[in-house]
């Protein structure tokens, strides 16, 4: 017994086992249900199946303790259709199996996570049928069964009929609520439960508001909260972050007492999902050098695309190795992840190594090479990625196809671009606005304007900024003024400040020396707010991103920067620099 009550491996138990045989101990009901336990604590496949052929040719029949413990054995290892096959065989044993209130506390469980909704129905059957359907514990794994299937009318029916109720059990119920996104009819059951000092209740509530958008309430509860935890902080920080307030966001982060690499990964993460790479960037470097933190899958799968938009190549490259090293390339989002990256870096070669090394590819790893190949203007290469696909017989879905019009618009190819656009319906696909947007600037670019236009007079959707801009663009490449005028006025109304519709009318007008049209181009920039962003450049510098743009004044480096510039300036100039400013 107290061998089997240690951390065993599996060639250990089987020592044990052939000590039991040898001493004729396997017939002690006792020892035999721990042996069975010690088996399933392993969590490995063969312990469990080497478990069950003893227990099938088990020497008492039908004990309720053992078999329990063969049940809870085959959940452990999360072989759940086993579980209630075993409980199956055994009701129908002529020998007659009686179920007790573990029996079905561990079935309920189950069925709850196979999601196995006939299966629990028959439970809820067996228990009123067995008389525990008083028991404060088995009505209580009842409801939560019936809560996590998503049946709140069954779940509601077990609260309302249970004799006693534990907090446990209002828990279930207003979690149910909440992940139901049923938020009315959580916070009455909150207001009405006589004790709320539970985490695991907030935090249900808190995720259900953040899920639903309603930031408002979820700072409410968070506020209300008596013990904040982990996870209470960083949920409200994924929900600022999906809400685009990244400020109230990185607040929270910093106030918060105690961090975990999940808090970490939400904060990076927000930072990419708000377009701030940067400041993302940042904050990765800030974890490895205040932490003892060690990215994971996530950490690698948020901050990848940061890297990827900054071009931070050596810094990619870092993390590939570091993803080699702890064998993080055997999941495909991260192997997706630094196809992406390795693309958007222009290392389009590289992006094709990692592919191809993938174990396993899914739709977005395909899409990203394809993609991947667009951007890098290797058209054809594109196409040949896309028909491979086709060859493994993986279904193209709506970013496949915004990929390979991407690559024909960047190809110039128009006859292959109208090919796979009018194929779309083949694959069961609706074109979409985006869609339309790349066939629209397609046609645009090869001087097919009227063809563009009637495209675009006959999609089912009303054009935006992006297609009167591709529109915009053709009749500029073709002098066409008198319509590039037509599509200004209809861009001005939906986009009053971009300001690279003007310039295009503009520069169309200087052509034709309409300098009062110009004048009035300018005029109506400044009414409108129409302001160009001022340039900037990224480079990379010891594995940092420094940028620079174009008039700032308030760099770190900006007086020793222009030192350098002087200095560059008279050495062109023949002229003898400055040693002493040098």
């Known amino acids: 017994m107290f061998l089997l009550q240690q951390k065993n491996t599996k060639n250990t138990l089987i020592q044990i086992h052939a000590f039991m045989l040898r001493h004729s101990i396997e017939t002690n ?46 959940l452990g290892l999360n072989q759940f259709t086993q579980s209630f096959t075993l409980y199956r065989d055994l009701r129908r044993d002529e020998k007659g199996f009686v179920p007790n209130k573990i029996t079905f506390l561990t079935l309920a469980k189950s069925c709850a996570l196979n999601m196995a909704i006939w299966d629990g129905l028959q439970i809820h059957n067996h228990v009123i049928k067995n008389g525990f359907c008083l028991d404060l514990y088995v009505s209580t794994a009842l409801l939560d069964m019936y809560a996590k299937l998503g049946i709140m009318g069954s779940a509601r029916k077990v609260f309302e009929e249970m004799p006693e109720r534990s907090l446990v059990s209002w828990t279930a119920l207003i979690c149910g609520y909440a992940r139901a996104g049923d938020m009315e009819r959580a916070k009455k059951l909150l207001d009405e439960m006589p004790e709320k000092e539970d985490s695991v209740l907030y935090n249900a509530m808190i995720d259900g508001y953040v899920k639903l958008g309603d930031l408002d309430s979820a700072r409410s509860l968070f506020n209300q909260m008596p013990d904040r935890n982990v996870i209470s ?118 992006a094709k190594k990692v592919f191809d090394e993938m174990p396993e590819k899914e739709i977005a790893s395909w899409n990203a090479l394809i993609n991947g190949y667009a951007v890098n203007g290797c058209a054809k ?62 046609l645009g670019r090869a001087g097919c304007v009227e063809e563009a236009e009637k495209l675009i007079e006959g999609m089912p959707y009303e054009a935006n900024g992006i297609i009167l801009t591709s529109l915009l663009f053709a009749y500029w490449s073709l002098n066409n003024v008198k319509r590039a005028e037509s599509v200004l006025n209809k861009l001005v109304h939906m986009e009053p400040t971009n300001h690279g519709s003007y310039v295009m009318l503009r520069n169309l007008y200087a052509a034709e020396k309409r300098w009062e049209d110009v004048e009035e181009i300018r005029g109506l920039m400044r009414r409108n707010g129409a302001r160009k962003e001022a340039g900037c450049s990224v480079i990379e510098v010891d594995s940092r991103v420094l940028e620079f743009v174009s008039g700032d004044r308030v760099h770190p480096k900006w007086e020793m920067m222009q030192s350098v510039l002087r200095q560059l300036w008279m050495h062109m100039r023949g002229q003898q620099p400055d040693k002493a400013a040098a």
């Not at 199946?49 to 413990?69: G, I, K, Y």
């Not at 594109?382 to 991407?406: C, H, K, W, Y």
Request: with cysteine; charged share 20%.
């Open 29 to 74: 009901l006792n020892i035999f249900s721990k042996f069975i336990t010690a088996c399933a604590s392993l969590s490995s496949l063969s312990a469990i199946n080497h478990a069950r052929r003893l227990f099938d040719v088990r020497p008492h029949q039908n004990d309720a303790f053992l078999c329990n413990a063969m049940i809870k054995a085959h």
């Open 233 to 350: 902080w960083t949920s409200m920080i994924n929900g600022y972050c999906n809400r685009g307030d990244v400020a109230s966001a990185k607040f929270l982060f910093d106030s918060m007492p105690e961090k975990n690499l999940v808090s970490w990964n939400a904060m990076i993460g927000g930072y990419c999902q708000n377009k701030q790479p940067h400041e993302a960037l940042k904050l990765f470097h800030d974890m490895q050098s205040s932490t003892f933190f060690e990215p994971d899958k996530v950490t690698v799968v948020s901050i990848l695309p940061a890297i990827a938009d900054l071009g931070a190549l050596d810094l990619g490259e870092w993390v590939h190795h570091f993803v080699r090293k702890r064998k993080l390339d055997r999941a495909t989002n991260v192997c997706t992840a630094l196809v992406d990256m390795y693309a958007k870096c222009g290392q389009i070669n590289k």
């Open 381 to 442: 290469a594109a196409l040949e990625v896309f028909l491979g696909m086709q060859n493994e017989r993986v279904m193209p879905n709506d970013v496949t196809m915004i990929g390979v019009l991407s690559a024909c618009n960047h190809g110039g190819l128009v006859e292959e671009g109208k090919r796979w656009f009018k194929a779309m319906a083949e694959f069961g696909l609706t074109p979409k606005i985006e869609h339309y947007g790349c066939m629209a600037d397609l």
